[in-house]
């Protein structure tokens, strides 16, 4: 199956940028979407397919994508974007039956 | 705007089915993609599977002998049943939608914990 690998923290005083990578085999062949976590509550899309922000998303939020590595970077961070985010692609194998999506193994943003 | 919300039991048995709906308000169950994705408590998000128009169905491989997921006959519904659970299976449920068969799920439920305990 196929592997996500975040790392499992990033720090990130308050008007810096933070990088969150997402490494995977050939990845930059995937579509990844990034998804923002605050305690207790459902998840939010904030990038589809690699680097389209949805509606009311921010655009300090952006994303990129090649090679092994997508990467979601957040811009002037700010104190409200303290949050676990997981990268996800849909692993398609050409058996249509067996494609399914693979989450990433989170990281958690601190503000410091 | 979509919205969803999860429903059924808190609480399930090992070795029984646990069971949940989803209810459906602002579009119509026919289009678009649902899916079910879990959260075992202070793990990663995991994808059980999807169900769209035609009652067709894609399912985590992993989880794929123990799930069936089906679309209700009325109420915009859909569900998830995921049989022979164990303590493993605990985790918060989330139902979750996304307009393409490869798309990121853009509204999601608030998520139903369940525990899985004699």
């Known amino acids: 199956s196929y592997v996500l690998t975040q790392p499992p923290s990033v720090s990130v005083a308050p008007g810096k940028t933070a990088r969150i990578t997402c490494g995977g085999n050939?990845?930059?062949?995937?579509?990844v979407h990034w998804y923002q976590q605050k305690p207790g509550q459902a998840p939010v899309l904030v990038i589809n397919?690699?680097?389209d922000r949805p509606s009311g998303i921010p655009e300090r939020f952006s994303g990129s994508n090649s090679g092994n590595t997508a990467t979601l970077t957040i811009s002037r961070v700010e104190a409200g974007d303290e949050a676990d985010y997981y990268c996800?692609?849909?692993?398609?194998?050409?058996?249509?039956?067996?494609?399914?999506?693979?989450f990433g193994t989170g990281t958690k943003v601190t503000v410091l | 705007q979509v919205q969803l919300q999860e429903s059924g039991p808190g609480l399930v048995k090992p070795s029984e089915t646990l069971s949940l709906t989803c209810t459906v308000s602002?579009?119509?169950?026919?289009?678009?993609?649902w899916s079910w994705i879990r959260q075992p408590p202070g793990k990663r998000l995991e994808w059980i599977g999807y169900?769209?128009?035609?009652?067709?169905?894609n399912y985590n491989p992993s989880l794929k002998s123990r799930v069936t997921m089906s679309i209700g006959t009325s109420n915009n519904q859909f569900s998830l049943n995921l049989r022979s659970v164990t303590a493993a299976d605990t985790a918060v449920y989330f139902c979750?939608?996304?307009?393409?068969?490869?798309?990121?799920?853009?509204?999601w439920g608030r998520g139903t914990l369940v525990t899985v305990s004699s």
């Open positions: 979750a939608t996304g307009p393409g068969y490869s798309s990121g799920h853009d509204s």
């Open positions: 996800q692609v849909w692993d398609s194998s050409g058996d249509r039956s067996g494609d399914h999506y693979v």
């Open positions: 602002g579009a119509s169950i026919h289009s678009y993609y």
């Open positions: 169900i769209y128009y035609g009652g067709n169905t």
């Open positions: 397919y690699d680097t």
């Open positions: 050939d990845i930059g062949r995937k579509s």
